[in-house]
């Protein structure tokens, strides 16, 4: 066994991919067949969407997230980096275009199309509004173990055996369909954990029979990172401690820290790093007032928020915030 630590390993292996993807930075490659423009129905459901959401990410700081997808919008163009990628994710592009960067490699993605991620990557972002002034708008929707073990063990025969890592695909219609419909739920009621794990489960099996499915149904055991990192995600803002985390993930303290050691992380970092993204989140999504925000993942000192903010990202939070609006609302 390579004595790599996994988290660079997942690195490399996305490198190795994205070297053959059509977009790769100077590459010459031709489109993928797979990208074709949306049908009139598709872009008819994406504008569905787009007005929804607009129309729900109002200035209103006490607006609350919709809690069973995630939502990314500005109308300045975003630069992220470092941005941890703990469980397999996907991302429709309602509006605007979004750019995944590792290393030198890029992935562009249009309107109505999606973009598959596995868990372990880290990669730079970029989300930019369109060249007619309509915002960036996308959404995402994240896969725990437990939701793909639970497809796997209840649909593993509606896996096309000839399956294959795909990373940038047209968004299938009854997919963009059924992502209509999980906002419309979403925003008019409150979010119940086992209604999203089943709509979960349904937008695998949509993918899944389309073939596009590889990426989130790699045949790997999460890392004990990605696993500390999701317990951590549900209540960002409590006083977790290593000895906590270890009883609720039925592991000796001893043996959790030399397994993220192995993976070339520490808890700390860990810790820091899930609320971060759960910070970032409600950025995106929220117009919450900064240190409401750094409460809410479990920071009491604005300032030291902003700061491991930044450090992580590139951008403070108040620069971030200054993207979801225009320069005249500013």
Same mark, same amino acid.
């Given at each position: 066994?390579?004595?790599?630590?996994?988290?660079?390993?997942?690195?490399?292996?996305?490198?190795?991919?994205?070297?053959?993807?059509? &977009?790769?930075?100077?590459?010459?490659?031709?489109?993928?067949?797979?990208?074709?423009?949306?049908?009139?129905?598709?872009? %008819?459901?994406?504008?569905?969407? !787009?007005?929804?959401?607009? &129309?729900?990410?109002?200035?209103?700081?006490?607006?609350?997230?919709?809690?069973?997808?995630?939502?990314?919008?500005? %109308?300045?163009?975003?630069?992220?980096? +470092?941005?941890?990628?703990?469980?397999?994710?996907?991302?429709?592009?309602?509006?605007? !275009?979004?750019?995944?960067?590792?290393?030198?490699?890029?992935?562009?993605?249009?309107?109505?199309?999606?973009?598959?991620?596995?868990?372990?990557?880290?990669?730079?972002?970029? +989300?930019?509004?369109?060249?007619?002034?309509?915002?960036? /708008?996308?959404?995402?929707?994240?896969?725990?173990?437990?939701?793909?073990?639970?497809?796997? %063990?209840?649909?593993?025969?509606?896996?096309?055996?000839?399956?294959?890592? /795909?990373? &940038?695909?047209?968004? @299938?219609?009854?997919?963009?369909?059924?992502?209509?419909?999980?906002?419309?739920?979403?925003?008019?009621? @409150?979010?119940?954990?086992? *209604?999203?794990?089943?709509?979960?489960?349904?937008?695998?099996?949509?993918?899944?029979?389309?073939?596009?499915?590889?990426?989130?149904? *790699?045949?790997? #055991?999460?890392?004990?990172?990605?696993?500390?990192?999701?317990?951590?995600?549900?209540?960002?803002?409590?006083?977790? =401690?290593?000895?906590?985390?270890?009883?609720?993930?039925?592991?000796?303290?001893?043996?959790?820290?030399? !397994?993220? =050691? #192995?993976?070339?992380?520490?808890?700390?970092?860990?810790?820091?790093?899930?609320?971060?993204?759960?910070?970032?989140?409600? $950025?995106?999504?929220?117009?919450?007032?900064?240190?409401?925000?750094? #409460?809410?993942?479990?920071?009491?000192?604005?300032?030291?928020?902003?700061?491991?903010?930044? %450090?992580?990202?590139? $951008?403070?939070?108040?620069?971030?915030?200054?993207? !979801?609006?225009?320069?005249?609302?500013?």
């Amino acid at each position: 066994m390579s004595g790599q630590p996994e988290h660079k390993q997942n690195q490399d292996q996305l490198q190795d991919y994205l070297s053959h993807h059509r &977009n790769s930075a100077g590459s010459s490659s031709t489109a993928d067949p797979r990208i074709t423009e949306p049908s009139q129905p598709a872009r %008819r459901l994406l504008r569905g969407i !787009r007005d929804t959401l607009l &129309n729900h990410l109002d200035t209103d700081s006490q607006h609350t997230p919709l809690g069973g997808v995630g939502v990314f919008h500005c %109308r300045q163009a975003q630069a992220l980096r +470092n941005v941890p990628i703990h469980q397999p994710l996907i991302v429709l592009v309602v509006s605007g !275009r979004k750019i995944i960067a590792l290393g030198e490699r890029r992935i562009e993605v249009l309107p109505g199309e999606l973009l598959l991620l596995p868990g372990g990557a880290s990669v730079e972002v970029g +989300n930019h509004p369109d060249h007619q002034g309509r915002p960036y /708008l996308g959404l995402a929707m994240a896969f725990s173990q437990e939701c793909i073990a639970q497809f796997r %063990r209840s649909y593993g025969s509606e896996i096309p055996a000839d399956t294959q890592p /795909l990373w &940038n695909v047209s968004a @299938p219609m009854d997919l963009v369909a059924a992502m209509a419909q999980w906002v419309e739920w979403c925003i008019r009621h @409150p979010v119940d954990p086992t *209604l999203a794990r089943h709509r979960q489960v349904e937008i695998l099996m949509l993918l899944a029979r389309t073939g596009v499915a590889g990426n989130l149904l *790699l045949d790997r #055991e999460a890392s004990w990172h990605a696993r500390v990192a999701q317990l951590i995600t549900l209540d960002p803002a409590r006083d977790w =401690s290593a000895g906590e985390v270890c009883r609720r993930l039925g592991i000796g303290e001893s043996t959790l820290r030399r !397994r993220l =050691s #192995e993976e070339g992380i520490g808890f700390r970092e860990v810790l820091e790093e899930s609320r971060m993204v759960a910070a970032l989140a409600l $950025l995106q999504e929220t117009f919450w007032p900064v240190g409401q925000i750094a #409460e809410a993942v479990g920071y009491s000192s604005h300032s030291r928020f902003s700061e491991r903010f930044k %450090r992580r990202f590139g $951008l403070s939070p108040i620069e971030l915030k200054k993207t !979801r609006v225009s320069d005249e609302e500013q």
